[in-house]
């Protein structure tokens, strides 16, 4: 396939998505008060990635957030409400199997499944079992901002799979995605309590397994506090801490992460993002990295189509490879809502130096796309 076909490609897809009207809610309503609904979105991207040497450019599915399908069920029962949550990737070739020697993708497998996912809720709090988010999970990732639809603290969606270049122009073994993480928790197999919200503030706790992958017979379990408002000037305000472990299962020992995030979204649309995050691995000859991450961002109604964000954001992150290693990162992006069709298009760049012993050239994407919900 040409470049010029995926481009071509990638602009008759966004034609359709803009061309179309907004389809009608997929939702049926009981007369006790449940509901079914059937939703999705499509997320296509043009992503251009230069390593310093060699620039390749793809139509792909984004990583970011992938396109999938998904069902929710919602009963009433008594005091309590029971939810059932189905959702599963469609497998499109995608940014995260895309390098330079081309792209990985053998199409739809079990683990591009999210959510099966039963769950039980009611003054008491929720119960949740099944193919889900661990408690950890979004917790480096807490951003009021609209521009965090495509800019936030995993900066690793369009080009994680990319492979830096050496000076001598010969290509490395790492990635970019081994240079730099936030550490935000996954979604397993697992059972989670949450508790009531308590003036703002509510907890969960999770313990889970990867039934997905039959390599990993790994023990997962986590805990995180968080806390969202809008005070009364109009600001609003969210955080969440966690801590996650991952026991090995050959008995080479844990991972253990310590990861927060938090977000301010003031009346005047700026808004202010930061997270952070540690790994203490106790495994031997594994280095414990860590990161900082943050990032500005400004949200107004500049046109009639709907809310347009801009934002830039920064990651600095040390240890990730060996012990010394260094990674910085830094994008910049705007994105545009179309009300009408219920569409977020966007156009990002974002550039990664890493530096571990050898000063790999830096590796740059771009990535202009669309993702169209229904």
Do not use: C
């Not at 792909?60 to 939810?83: A, C, H, I, K």
């Not at 950890?136 to 990732?141: V, Y």
């Not at 600001?235 to 996650?244: G, V």
């Not at 495994?283 to 990295?289: F, K, L, N, R, T």
């Amino acid at each position: 396939m040409t470049q010029n076909f995926r481009i071509h490609s990638l602009a008759a897809v966004l034609a359709v998505t803009t061309a179309v009207p907004a389809m009608a809610q997929l939702r049926y309503d009981n007369n006790s008060g449940g509901y079914v609904e059937l939703y999705g979105q499509i997320h296509p991207v043009i992503v251009s990635v230069d390593d310093g040497e060699e620039t390749e450019t793809r139509l792909l599915d984004n990583d970011l957030s992938n396109s999938r399908v998904g069902l929710r069920l919602m009963q009433p029962y008594g005091s309590n409400e029971f939810t059932f949550w189905f959702e599963t990737g469609l497998g499109l070739p995608s940014t995260g199997s895309a390098n330079q020697d081309g792209t990985n993708n053998d199409g739809w497998s079990r683990e591009d499944i999210r959510h099966v996912d039963f769950a039980l809720k009611g003054s008491y709090g929720k119960f949740s079992a099944g193919q889900g988010s661990m408690a950890s999970d979004g917790a480096a990732e807490v951003d009021l901002s609209y521009v965090g639809t495509v800019l936030y603290s995993f900066t690793n969606d369009e080009n994680g799979a990319f492979f830096y270049r050496q000076p001598d122009g010969i290509l490395s073994d790492i990635t970019v995605g081994d240079s730099a993480d936030n550490f935000d928790g996954a979604r397993r197999g697992r059972i989670r309590y949450d508790t009531p919200s308590y003036n703002g503030f509510s907890g969960a706790i999770a313990y889970g397994q990867n039934i997905l992958s039959s390599s990993d017979d790994d023990d997962y379990y986590d805990i995180a506090v968080s806390y969202g408002n809008t005070f009364t000037n109009g600001i609003e305000f969210a955080a969440t801490i966690a801590y996650a472990v991952r026991d090995f299962d050959d008995g080479s020992g844990e991972r253990r992460d310590t990861i927060g995030s938090a977000s301010v979204l003031l009346p005047s649309g700026f808004s202010f993002t930061a997270a952070l995050g540690t790994r203490d691995n106790t495994s031997d000859g594994a280095s414990d990295p860590d990161y900082w991450y943050t990032k500005i961002a400004y949200e107004t109604d500049w046109v009639s189509w709907g809310q347009t964000g801009i934002g830039i954001d920064y990651f600095d992150g040390s240890d990730f490879q060996n012990e010394g290693s260094s990674t910085k990162s830094w994008g910049i992006a705007v994105v545009q809502r179309i009300d009408s069709i219920n569409t977020d298009a966007y156009l990002k760049y974002r550039r990664h130096d890493f530096d571990d012993m050898v000063d790999f050239d830096e590796n740059e994407a771009w990535a202009l796309g669309a993702r169209w919900r229904f």
